[in-house]
């Protein structure tokens, strides 16, 4: 599958994407039937649409959330787990998913650089919330503290991602560089992989599709994260 092996100095950097939760049933963006098929982005993924149709927003990420309590971790998400704890130290996830479900197969240290759907916050107080602890089912959930509307915590196109120190300071020195279900169209994460390469990382991509900056990965392996990674996974620590 493949023979790159990690070397003991070795730091590796992952990137994810939806197409790494399909397996687990959370449809992705932009395949057939994906959410932008169905959803207009401009009406429910940017600050003016919240501040012109909050109930329409809401809409969109309450029955993404609620989705959440019927979703587990696939093969995928644990076997990025495992790597982690193999390469203590010397291993960043990068994630553009918002599910949370990499936290919840264990991995550690997660950069969910366009937030997440289990946490809200004040549009007016700036006042964070669990999602949990507020009820989602009202129209557009208030603030408890001052009455405001709340947020999904979700970074939406126009608005700066987050983490990006952490992510530059990650792909400075990353040898090996994975990109693991995603299309590649949505920037700055698109554009890490020209950084890797830049960087003279070695760049290994997992998808179902090719992906639109299929040339500039060494290796791509056409298919379903969740049968894919395990065994590759295995292999780049030199087990089998
Ligand atoms: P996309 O929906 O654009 O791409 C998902 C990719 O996953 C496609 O290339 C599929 O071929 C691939 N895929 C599907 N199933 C797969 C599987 N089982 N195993 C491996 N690959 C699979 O989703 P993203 O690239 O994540 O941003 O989209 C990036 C951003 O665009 C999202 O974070 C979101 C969206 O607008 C915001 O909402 C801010």
Same mark, same amino acid.
């Given at each position: 599958?493949?023979?790159?092996?990690?070397?003991?100095?070795?730091?590796?950097?992952?990137?994810?994407?939806?197409?790494?939760?399909?397996? *687990?049933?959370?449809? =992705? #963006?932009? &395949?057939?039937? @994906?959410?932008?098929?169905?959803?207009?982005?401009?009406? %429910?993924?940017?600050?003016?649409?919240?501040?012109?149709?909050?109930?329409?927003?809401?809409?969109?990420?309450?029955?993404?959330?609620?989705?959440?309590?019927?979703?587990?971790?696939?093969?995928?998400?644990?076997?990025?787990?495992?790597?982690?704890?193999?390469?203590?130290?010397?291993?960043?996830?990068?994630?553009?998913?918002?599910?949370?479900?990499?936290?919840?197969?264990?991995?550690?240290?997660?950069?969910?650089?366009?937030? *997440?759907?289990?946490? =809200? #916050?004040? &549009?007016?107080? @700036?006042?964070?919330?669990?999602?949990?602890?507020?009820? %989602?089912?009202?129209?557009?959930?208030?603030?408890?503290?001052?009455?405001?509307?709340?947020?999904?915590?979700?970074?939406?196109?126009?608005?700066?991602?987050?983490?990006?120190?952490?992510?530059?300071?990650?792909?400075?020195?990353?040898?090996?560089?994975?990109?693991?279900?995603?299309?590649?169209?949505?920037?700055?994460?698109?554009?890490?992989?020209?950084?890797?390469?830049?960087?003279?990382?070695?760049?290994?991509?997992?998808?179902?599709?090719?992906?639109?900056?299929?040339?500039?990965?060494?290796?791509?392996?056409?298919?379903?994260?969740?049968?894919?990674?395990?065994?590759?996974?295995?292999?780049?620590?030199?087990?089998?």
């Amino acid at each position: 599958m493949t023979d790159y092996r990690i070397k003991p100095k070795e730091k590796v950097v992952v990137l994810t994407g939806a197409g790494i939760s399909a397996e *687990s049933g959370i449809k =992705t #963006f932009r &395949d057939e039937n @994906g959410l932008w098929r169905n959803w207009k982005i401009e009406e %429910v993924a940017s600050y003016d649409a919240f501040t012109q149709n909050p109930s329409l927003v809401w809409e969109f990420y309450r029955m993404r959330y609620l989705q959440l309590s019927e979703v587990s971790p696939n093969p995928a998400h644990h076997a990025l787990a495992e790597f982690e704890d193999k390469l203590a130290g010397r291993y960043t996830l990068i994630t553009q998913n918002v599910d949370g479900l990499h936290l919840e197969a264990g991995s550690r240290h997660v950069l969910e650089m366009h937030g *997440s759907l289990r946490r =809200t #916050f004040c &549009d007016n107080c @700036g006042k964070k919330y669990a999602t949990n602890e507020i009820n %989602v089912h009202e129209e557009v959930p208030e603030c408890k503290i001052c009455g405001g509307n709340l947020r999904p915590d979700i970074v939406w196109f126009g608005e700066i991602p987050y983490s990006l120190d952490k992510i530059e300071a990650a792909m400075q020195g990353c040898d090996l560089f994975l990109v693991i279900g995603t299309s590649g169209v949505v920037y700055p994460a698109a554009g890490l992989l020209s950084i890797a390469r830049s960087n003279n990382s070695y760049c290994i991509g997992v998808n179902l599709d090719a992906p639109s900056n299929l040339g500039l990965l060494n290796e791509f392996h056409q298919g379903k994260a969740g049968e894919i990674l395990p065994k590759l996974l295995n292999e780049l620590t030199g087990e089998f």
